[in-house]
Every structure is written in C-alpha cells, then in structure tokens.
C-alpha cells in the first residue's frame, strides 16, 4: 500500500514533442505528490510538486495533472528540449506519525529527447 | 545560498571495512533524511532525524549502519563490515520545520564495496 508505480521505464520523444510519465499509489492518506529530476551522478532536484485539493498546476513547461479519485497523476513536458534528458521520480509523502514527511519514489522513467 | 553537500562524493572500499559519510544540510534546515538509491531505481527511505533527534529508522538500515547528527547540524551515516550489497548512492536530503515536505537533496555520495 506504500508503492508508488511509475510508467513507463524509458521514453524517447522528439525535440519539440510532450514527455508523459504517470504515476499511481494506493495509500489515500498521501497529500503531497513531488516530480524530481536526476542527472547522471546527481542529487535528485525537485521539479515541481502538487497537492490533491488542485487537479492540476503548471510552473514553465512542466504541467501535473492529478486525478484523486483514480490515485493517478502525471507529468507532462511541453515542447521536450535535449536538455530535458534525464530520469524522472515521482514520489509520494504524508506527515507521518514519526514526524517526518519521508518520500516514497516511483522507479523512475528515463527521458531521452532526439535532437 | 549553499545546497546539501555531501562528502566524500566517491567511495571505493573492500569487503569487511568501515565507511562513514558526511552531510551538511541547507542551513536552518532542521529535518534532515538518508536515503539509499540502487542502480535503476528510486531512493528509498533509511532514517530521518529532526534536529539531533533520530526519529525514524527503515528496516533498510541493519544493525551495521549507525547515523548520527550532534548537535541539530551535520550528520554523518557509518557503515561497519561493508558488504558488496551495500554498493549504492547514499543521498541526503534536507527540509525546514514548516513546509516540510519540500526536501532538498545533496548530490549523494556513491559506495562500491570490492
């Protein structure tokens, strides 16, 4: 019930194109659903997070679109750049009873954009 | 505006020795968090301190890891008779006390056990 699934494992888009990742999870006690971005030997860097009172939110050419009632959500990039190659995380937290806001990740999606 | 640095970023070891590692989080960031990322995957939760307080510890984190976090400021992550199935990207990530849930990672530290 803490897993949070991620799909699909690759993706390759074209310059110019929309990356779509989606995400789902079961605990509906979750409340706070980040996207981080991965560069080969790097720290994950948030990207963009959503909470499930909006059912979307969009911040440059990243978009999340979140479905409460499928336990669904995703990310959309628009116009997809080379520099947008990279994994991507989904994660999942709450404020859980030790206090912490631990995330659970998905398994990631490696992004390839052709020039 | 310095981020979560981490140290040593590499680390190569032998089976059966000790590593330690290093992590400053964002100054005033009082929540701090380990986690362990394998080859292809996410991160996954080890432990979670807020200030020096130690507060949650995964079932990930065997009786060989210790972590510690003097003083409410760095913290550092012990490995004693590292095993090859230790080899991962240990990362740690920081947030403040309000608005929590918004963590900031270091760019990790990578162990391989030979």
């Known amino acids: 019930q803490q897993q949070v699934k991620q799909s699909p494992q690759s993706l390759i888009v074209q310059k110019g194109g929309i990356s779509i990742i989606n995400c789902a999870y079961e605990n509906t006690a979750f409340d706070y659903f980040p996207w981080y971005q991965q560069f080969p030997g790097k720290g994950p860097a948030l990207l963009i997070a959503?909470?499930?009172?909006?059912s979307e939110k969009k911040e440059g050419r990243f978009t999340i679109s979140f479905n409460k009632s499928a336990k669904q959500f995703s990310l959309h990039i628009m116009d997809s750049q080379p520099g947008d190659s990279a994994t991507y995380f989904c994660a999942a937290s709450m404020l859980w009873m030790d206090s912490s806001y631990k995330l659970i990740f998905g398994s990631g999606t490696r992004l390839l954009v052709r020039p | 505006d310095t981020g979560v640095s981490q140290d040593p970023r590499h680390k190569i070891t032998k089976r059966g020795q000790n590593v330690t590692f290093r992590c400053d989080p964002i100054s005033e960031h009082n929540r701090l968090y380990w986690y362990r990322q394998t080859l292809g995957q996410g991160p996954e939760f080890l432990t979670y301190f807020q200030n020096e307080a130690q507060l949650e510890k995964s079932r990930l984190l065997s009786d060989r890891f210790s972590a510690e976090r003097p003083k409410g400021s760095f913290s550092t992550l012990e490995i004693q008779r590292t095993e090859q199935g230790d080899s991962a990207m240990y990362l740690c990530?920081?947030?403040?006390?309000?608005?929590?849930?918004?963590?900031?990672f270091g760019p990790g530290t990578r162990l391989l056990v030979l």
């Open positions: 990530a920081s947030s403040l006390s309000v608005g929590g849930e918004t963590q900031y």
């Open positions: 959503i909470r499930p009172d909006v």
